[in-house]
């Protein structure tokens, strides 16, 4: 609503410059003797009126039906008193009064557009019966002739006016449809986030008696076999990767439900990322990983929670299982944004399928590839930080993987 009434304020300064160009042209062309006095100072006061309804508008989010009611009857009343002192009904002008009803009904309530309708219905009625009568002949041209010239000047100015408030109306509309389309996307997105987190924390608890089970089996079989190196080797390899699965879903269990404040940490950017991708090469000691991470020093601090690492590290991994042998990340950071750009050397994600990476689970799964939950997990992450993630083939064949976030929510100074 508050962008309608800012377009009807522009329509109007435009509506008084097309005013102002027929008083010209009658004056000065026609040599039409009218009131010019009256309709000046209703010109004037018109566009006091405008500036101070535009200045009032500075700093509103929105504003009610009612002002933008009582906007359109100052509109419907200067015109009844620009064309009472211009000829009345005569006046080809006089079919403007449709113009503010069209306002109405694409910008109110029915009922205040049927209050502007009887309004401009009753300012044409009264105008056929009380105005200021204009005379017959002007400067070798009839008064039929000038009613016709009126008539198109009046049609172009009118027709521009609709065209420029409907066009702006048509496409804050469509800015609001592309809005509220997001916002169904985010919601289902954040559903499936949350169902995911459910099925997450009855896994992890039902994994918890099994892995304590193979957990006990294993020590009695070290214990048992420990005068076998070849067999005993085997034995701690798999204790320790039992007790990480262990340690992962503990890990699970004690972040669930935390906030932000609570289970991040403040860290300046280029720290986080060097402490992120050294923690994470750790575990892929299989890929060649070439890091480059540039910024301004001292780099942005902020508070950096365990689940943008965990977006940040499922991508990464996605990035090494469609790797042949190498990887590139790259991190550049300002003072107000963060971009993270993960670049592959596998065979690239067909278009179909590259669409709908990170937006959604799939249900089926093309050959050699996950369902996408790590990117799907990762994209509600950034999407809930403001960021976002693009994925595109690069010339090679790989893909390229870029994270671009803006770091004004999750900046140290915005804490609390």
């Known amino acids: 609503m508050l962008n309608n009434l800012k377009y009807l304020l522009l329509v109007r300064f435009i509506a008084i410059g097309g005013q102002v160009l027929a008083l010209l042209l009658l004056r000065q062309v026609f040599a039409i003797d009218i009131a010019a006095a009256p309709v000046v100072w209703i010109i004037i006061a018109l566009v006091l009126f405008t500036l101070v309804s535009w200045l009032r508008l500075r700093g509103r989010e929105e504003i009610p039906d009612w002002m933008f009611l009582g906007q359109l009857l100052i509109d419907v009343a200067v015109l009844t008193l620009l064309v009472y002192f211009t000829g009345g009904s005569a006046n080809p002008f006089i079919f403007l009064f449709i113009l503010p009803v069209i306002f109405a009904a694409a910008s109110i309530r029915p009922a205040f557009t049927a209050l502007i309708a009887l309004a401009a219905a009753f300012g044409y009625t009264l105008l056929m019966f009380f105005h200021v009568p204009v005379g017959e002949q002007y400067s070798g041209h009839s008064a039929a002739q000038l009613h016709v010239w009126g008539m198109w000047y009046g049609f172009i100015l009118s027709a521009g006016l609709v065209a420029f408030f409907v066009s702006r109306i048509a496409g804050a509309l469509r800015k609001r449809d592309r809005a509220l389309a997001a916002a169904r996307e985010d919601a289902l997105r954040s559903e499936q986030a949350v169902a995911l987190g459910t099925l997450a924390a009855g896994t992890a608890h039902e994994l918890g008696t099994p892995l304590s089970t193979l957990a006990v089996m294993t020590r009695e079989m070290q214990e048992q076999y420990a005068g076998r190196p070849e067999l005993s080797d085997d034995l701690t390899l798999m204790r320790e990767q039992l007790e ?14 935390q906030l932000q404040a609570d289970s991040g940490h403040i860290v300046s950017v280029d720290v986080f990322l060097h402490d992120l991708f050294e923690e994470w090469q750790k575990t892929r000691n299989d890929t060649f990983i070439e890091i480059d991470c540039r910024g301004p020093r001292p ?56 669409s709908q990476l990170g937006n959604r689970i799939l249900e089926s799964k093309p050959s050699d590839k996950g369902l996408g939950i790590g990117l799907f997990l990762a994209q509600t992450t950034l999407k809930r930080l403001g960021g976002e993630i693009t994925f595109t083939n690069t010339p090679a064949g790989g893909l390229r993987t870029q994270i671009d976030l803006p770091l004004n929510r999750i900046l140290a100074g915005n804490a609390g």
């Open 299 to 354: 780099a942005p601090s902020i508070i950096a929670d365990k689940s943008l690492g965990r977006a940040i590290t499922n991508i990464l991994n996605n990035a090494a299982d469609a790797s042949r042998s190498r990887i590139q990340l790259a991190g550049n950071w300002t003072d107000d944004n963060l971009e993270i750009r993960v670049i592959d050397d596998g065979k690239g994600v067909p278009e179909d399928y590259q």
């Open 244 to 257: 990480r699965c262990k340690s992962i879903l503990s890990e699970m269990a004690a972040d669930a439900g």
